[in-house]
């Protein structure tokens, strides 16, 4: 039997590439991921083209730009709109930074309160979705790592090699996760039926230093090769603690990321 089809966008980027390398090694759909010169997420001829064209059952939104905020927002509602229309099943990638920050975890029960463009982009993006397409579900989820050449990870061995002057804050905790991981927790939930925020993230808070350690520690290097700071130390007043509670979505039987240390290879 032909499976189903999974139009992905930003099939290009570090979660597209991994949901493409999931399904590979996975089947259960079979996946479209039209570049950005084929399909811009802004242009709404393309996008309804491209839904008449390929007839995704399910769709997972991962096209954006950080600092676009026609993409993120604009695009959002396009994609929204079009898989309303078709009758798909939506998958809208968010982020932990609809939030400010603060001591506990965030649950999907709490109203975001973005205090950057980028956060109030996704917050707003989030809005346009729900208005667009009452079954979406918007996966938030924290900052995703993967292979030496993901950002976060080549952050770390470009400090620890001497290449930038990075320092990594102590009291800056993120509930980190593997890129691999939320390839697999998105893919399952374009099989779900879940609507509404729902956050998908590591299980415990990461400080950024613990995670540049981590790193070093899974490529062979000494902890000691990453220099460690506070946001105090840097004058920084950003609030330190932006931590996911993602207890939802392991009681709905979402597959959960792992652990950054053993997922770093470092145990
Ligand atoms: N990375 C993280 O740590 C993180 C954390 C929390 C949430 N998220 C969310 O996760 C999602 C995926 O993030 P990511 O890190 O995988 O992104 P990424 O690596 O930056 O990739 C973005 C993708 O979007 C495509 N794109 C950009 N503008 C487009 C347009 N107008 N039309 C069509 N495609 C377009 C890019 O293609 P081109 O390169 O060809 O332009 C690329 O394939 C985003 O919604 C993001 O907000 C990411």
Redesign the pocket.
């Known amino acids: 039997m032909t499976p189903p089809v999974l139009l992905v966008?930003?099939?290009?980027?570090?979660?597209?590439?991994a949901i493409r390398a999931h399904v590979a090694a996975h089947g259960g759909w079979e996946v479209v991921a039209p570049?950005?010169?084929e399909?811009?997420?802004?242009d709404p001829a393309a996008v309804s083209a491209a839904f008449n064209a390929r007839r995704p059952a399910a769709v997972i939104?991962?096209?954006?730009?950080?600092e676009?905020r026609a993409?993120?927002v604009d695009?959002a509602r396009v994609v929204a709109r079009c898989a309303a229309a078709a009758g798909a099943r939506l998958v809208h990638?968010?982020?932990?930074?609809v939030f400010a920050g603060r001591e506990t975890p965030y649950t999907e029960d709490d109203a975001p309160d973005p205090v950057h463009d980028y956060g109030r982009a996704?917050a707003d993006a989030e809005r346009e979705v729900m208005a667009a397409h009452a079954g979406a579900v918007m996966v938030?989820?924290?900052?995703?790592?993967g292979g030496a050449d993901s950002?976060?990870v080549r952050m770390v061995l470009d400090a620890a090699a001497g290449r930038t002057e990075t320092a990594f804050f102590a009291d800056e905790f993120r509930s980190v996760a593997h890129?691999s991981d939320m390839a697999a927790a998105v893919v399952a939930l374009a099989g779900m039926d879940v609507a509404g925020p729902l956050h998908v993230a590591g299980p415990e808070p990461v400080s950024r230093l613990d995670f540049a350690r981590a790193v070093c520690r899974a490529h062979g290097l000494p902890e000691t090769a990453v220099r460690g700071s506070t946001l105090a130390q840097a004058g920084l007043s950003r609030p330190g603690n932006l931590v996911l509670d993602s207890s939802r979505a392991g009681s709905l039987g979402v597959p959960m990321p792992g652990a950054c240390g053993a997922r770093l290879g470092t145990g």
């Open positions: 966008t930003g099939g290009s980027g570090l979660l597209g590439t570049s950005h010169g399909v811009d997420v802004c939104h991962c096209a954006y730009v950080r676009d993409v993120n695009g990638m968010s982020t932990d930074v996704k938030r989820t924290s900052l995703m790592y950002a976060p890129v």
